[in-house]
């Protein structure tokens, strides 16, 4: 693991391989990925595919990556669609599979695709999607090592997931959706009433202003001159470590639900190292690293909920992807590619679930 989509030009990626779905023909291709490859790596890499000869779709080639960023090139010729009952879908799973295991026979540690039989090839997104995620997912999975696998697309619009869940989402997030502001000033006034209500009489004025009319002044930085004293360092040092019962709480579920290290971290699309870092109280994780545990480990909502607040988080109603993330849970749909496949869709990149995006 992981597995990031990220929005690039797969030409100018650095990494140890780019995917390029050259013809079977093994002629440079005549647009959208394998056109752009070919034609950043210069005429070399054309020569060298005319010294492999032809390459049947479900069988991957390897050539160096001349002038490219990515060191080497793997050819993966793709079906073209025509009606969807000719046996494509197959057809584009061999695709996947055989550069797949080139990559790992080789030792790749990161290895960037395009979307296969989508565009020139005239495979429906969706399908096209389907297909990617599902032979990723398998194969991360009974990877006995780290690989990342880039799904590189130009744009939003070049990539989309199925449309029905996609429409499902949006309805939740809209039924669920609190604006921020209007968020705080509910929970405010809520404040305020349970205050009266303690007080058992309601005030002629509004606590609100009170309270506001008695805080004291917000100084910045610049602005204190007075000397102080130095931070208590024991302090620092406590506010700093991450909280322990976060780990603690995640070993437990893993020891209680039977599963090991890797099968919760492969699920969370989270790296070997990072994972032992949050076990290991050696960092506090992030809210994406959190809320990919929680999809890791299968967690109810109540569950997701408690692991959350262990290290410091809940799900916000006026947070969008908390709200795409919480959708998935409540349905206990715990496929980390599909969660991220929504997120992207809808705009956002920088919520994605699992390591560090590229």
Not at 136 to 150: A, E, P, Q, V, W
Not at 221 to 231: G, L, M, N, Q, R
Not at 337 to 355: H, R
């Amino acid at each position: 693991m992981p597995y990031l989509i990220v929005r690039q030009d797969i030409s100018r990626m650095q990494v140890d391989a780019v995917v390029s779905p050259t013809p079977q023909s093994m002629l440079p291709g005549d647009g959208g990925a394998s056109g752009a490859i070919f034609a950043a790596a210069g005429p070399e890499l054309a020569r060298a595919c005319a010294l492999l000869g032809r390459c049947p779709v479900g069988q991957a080639s390897l050539t160096p990556g001349y002038l490219l960023p990515a060191a080497h090139v793997i050819h993966a010729p793709s079906p073209r669609w025509q009606d969807g009952t000719r046996g494509e879908e197959a057809q584009l799973r061999s695709a996947w599979q055989a550069a797949l295991a080139l990559a790992a026979r080789h030792g790749f540690d990161t290895v960037a695709f395009p979307l296969l039989g989508a565009g020139a090839h005239g495979f429906p997104h969706e399908v096209a999607l389907h297909v990617a995620a599902g032979e990723i997912n398998s194969f991360l999975l009974r990877l006995d090592r780290d690989m990342t696998i880039y799904l590189a697309v130009f744009s939003r619009s070049a990539y989309s997931a199925s449309q029905r869940l996609a429409q499902d989402v949006r309805t939740y997030v809209d039924d669920h959706y609190v604006d921020e502001h209007l968020s705080r000033s509910l929970q405010r006034r809520r404040r305020l009433r349970e205050d009266e209500e303690a007080i058992g009489w309601t005030l002629p004025f509004s606590l609100e202003d009170a309270r506001e009319a008695m805080a004291p002044p917000d100084y910045d930085a610049a602005d204190i001159t007075a000397p102080h004293a130095p931070p208590d360092a024991s302090m620092l040092e406590k506010t700093l470590r991450p909280s322990p019962g976060f780990a603690a709480r995640m070993i437990a579920l893993i020891d209680s639900r039977g599963m090991t290290d890797p099968e919760v971290y492969k699920r969370a699309n989270l790296t070997k190292q990072a994972f032992y870092k949050v076990k290991n109280e050696l960092s506090q994780p992030r809210k994406s690293t959190a809320l990919a545990l929680c999809i890791g480990l299968r967690l109810s909502l109540s569950e997701a909920e408690m692991l959350l607040a262990l290290a410091g988080y809940a799900f916000s109603p006026a947070s969008k992807p908390d709200l795409i993330v919480r959708y998935f849970i409540e349905r206990r749909l715990y496929d980390v590619m599909e969660i991220n496949s929504v997120l992207f869709q809808e705009g956002f990149e920088s919520a994605l679930l699992g390591s560090a995006s590229y």
